[in-house]
């Protein structure tokens, strides 16, 4: 096999491992030839993007929990959702997603409604980000990052605006040591849905490997220190 061809395996495979933000708008393109050279997912905590562009995207988003859409391009993903507060934030401190998630399947995944924490201090015209964090079969993570601020009149996607690719599905990620006697961690028909709210994405595949979480969070946890 020549240099050549090798070279084009290898930056395929790289491309296959990043993931991207459609919805809200990621703050910048971190995918392709096209993005700045400084820029690279494997950068905490937001890819190498600063958080004061001036010419970020800002999406609005409801006051109690919008939206998120992704594309995914490993056969499973482990996900973390983080939230900042602020025009430009520097600690993501609010988690949105505990447990975390376990994607399987290539492409679009959108989940209509990640739920807010109930005490989380924001109003109308409130600024925020959100840290979204993959972690594959490399053991690597990989960052993105979307801005939003939060509005009475925004309103979450709907239709066929919030639809999954083909065989996508998601599941929160358990011990199965904290699971009780008579619900068993590994569910396999298709009722149970992650924490996100009404209209999470459907199907499980839940996998409940305390070492493999506790791998996953170590690499996931570095976002905010």
């Known amino acids: 096999m020549g240099a050549f061809t090798l070279l084009l395996l290898a930056a395929a495979s790289v491309t296959q491992a990043h993931f991207g933000i459609d919805y809200p708008a990621m703050r910048a393109n971190t995918l392709g030839s096209s993005r700045n050279s400084s820029y690279s997912q494997w950068l ?9 562009l001036t010419d970020r995207p800002i999406t609005p ?18 996900i973390f959702i983080n939230l900042g507060l602020g025009p430009d934030v520097g600690n993501f401190n609010y988690t949105l997603t505990n447990p975390f998630w376990n994607s399987t399947g290539n492409g679009t995944l959108c989940v209509p409604k990640l739920a807010l924490p109930a005490d989380l201090p924001i109003m109308d015209g409130s600024q925020a980000s959100l840290q979204v964090v993959t972690v594959g079969d490399s053991g690597n993570a990989l960052y993105n990052c979307a801005d939003i601020v939060f509005s009475v009149n925004a309103t979450a996607l709907e239709g066929d605006a ?7 599905t998601l ?11 008579d619900e068993p961690a590994n569910n396999t ?8 709210g009404a209209g999470a ?19 996931a946890l570095g976002m905010s220190l």
């Open 162 to 168: 919030c639809t999954n690719s083909t065989g996508m």
């Open 61 to 78: 988003w409801p006051l109690e929990g919008g939206s998120l859409k992704l594309e995914l391009h490993h056969k499973w993903t482990y």
């Open 189 to 196: 028909n298709g009722t149970d849905t992650p924490n996100t």
């Open 171 to 181: 599941a929160p990620v358990v011990n199965m040591a904290d699971a009780p006697a």
């Open 44 to 52: 905490q905590p937001c890819a190498g993007v600063p958080g004061n």
């Open 201 to 219: 994405v459907n199907g499980v595949n839940t996998m409940g490997l305390s070492s493999m979480m506790a791998l996953a969070m170590t690499f």
